[in-house]
């Protein structure tokens, strides 16, 4: 797989094009699932609470190219504006917590208000022209409640030809006026990209002060937690491009879009789209992206008939005992 990516990565089309990868909120670390292209890639980091934010010197030697935000990105044009720094970094945001729909669920104390500042802020269609850079290919936001708003703040071509995009949206209110996991889906849907992974995050519906009466007595309050009743709150939604429209697909975004499927796990995915770049563009890179796909949907089955059969045994000499 390795050897393929490299291989890939090695194309004409995408040494003239590097790929491109956008991640808002990247508190913490850059995303994982992209080790293995950041050498070829020029990776847009944003980040707005600076209190956890070393993107710049961590990381800076893993990419092609490595361009950090420590302001806030938005769909606004203003200078500044307003962000809620809460207990926790990472429910920070320029929105404000809804305080009253959060006091009923345990991580509730994580969105209190340590202060509210002032803080630069840059509109994400601003920041790329900035950099002089026009397209996007992998688009991951995590900006407590503003994803579908940044998303859109894209010029439409540029939406158009991203190739995966990363939300996480709430399903309940965390933030006051956040854009919501139906609004997301309702969009993406329209503009013609598939849902491939779904995460639904839950919280436990009680809380931190009952639960500390409640359980006062527990000696082990991490399996009490886990009892009480969790309630979906937000969600980790991962779409593909699926390239209705015309005239947004080419052979540089056919070969990147069968990589990342692959890097996605999404072997049949990746199939379909490397038998439609060979019949299209007759490129034999896209025969060797469906042997891999093929060989991983095999290396599937053959681990998932493996772990069937071990149950099986394992059961068998049970009922025998």
Wanted: aromatic share 12%; charged share 25%; glycine share 2%.
């Amino acid at each position: 797989m390795d050897e393929l990516i490299s291989k890939i990565l090695a194309h004409p089309s995408l040494i003239k094009q590097a790929p491109v990868l956008l991640d808002i909120g990247a508190s913490g670390e850059i995303h994982a699932k992209w080790k293995k292209i950041a050498k070829y890639s020029i990776c847009i980091a944003f980040d707005a609470d600076s209190r956890d934010f070393s993107v710049a010197e961590n990381e800076h030697g893993d990419y092609k190219k490595l361009y950090t935000f420590n302001c806030i990105v938005s769909n606004k044009e203003d200078n500044t504006i307003p962000f809620y720094l809460t207990k926790s970094p990472y429910c920070s945001s320029a929105l404000k917590p809804a305080t009253q729909r959060l006091e009923n669920f345990i991580f509730a104390p994580l969105f209190e208000i340590d202060k509210v500042i002032e803080l630069k802020n840059i509109s994400l269609s601003k920041a790329l022209k900035q950099l002089d850079i026009n397209y996007i290919d992998w688009f991951k936001s995590d900006s407590q409640g503003t994803d579908l708003r940044l998303f859109k703040n894209l010029p439409e071509d540029i939406q158009e030809k991203v190739l995966i995009a990363e939300f996480e949206p709430g399903i309940m209110d965390a933030y006051e006026g956040e854009d919501k996991m139906y609004a997301v889906m309702e969009y993406m849907d329209k503009l013609g990209f598939l849902l491939a992974e779904m995460d639904v995050k839950k919280v436990q519906h009680i809380s931190e002060n009952d639960f500390s009466q409640i359980y006062a007595s527990a000696m082990f309050k991490r399996f009490a937690k886990k009892s009480v009743k969790a309630l979906p709150f937000w969600a980790e939604l991962t779409y593909l491009n699926r390239f209705e429209k015309q005239g947004i697909m080419d052979l540089r975004a056919h070969i990147l879009a069968c990589l990342f499927a692959l890097l996605q796990e999404q072997n049949t995915f990746a199939l379909q789209l490397s038998r439609t770049g060979y019949d299209t563009y007759k490129d034999n890179i896209f025969n060797e992206i469906s042997s891999e796909a093929a060989r991983l949907l095999k290396k599937d089955y053959y681990s998932f008939k493996f772990m069937e059969t071990v149950v099986a045994q394992t059961w068998q000499k049970f009922k025998q005992k």
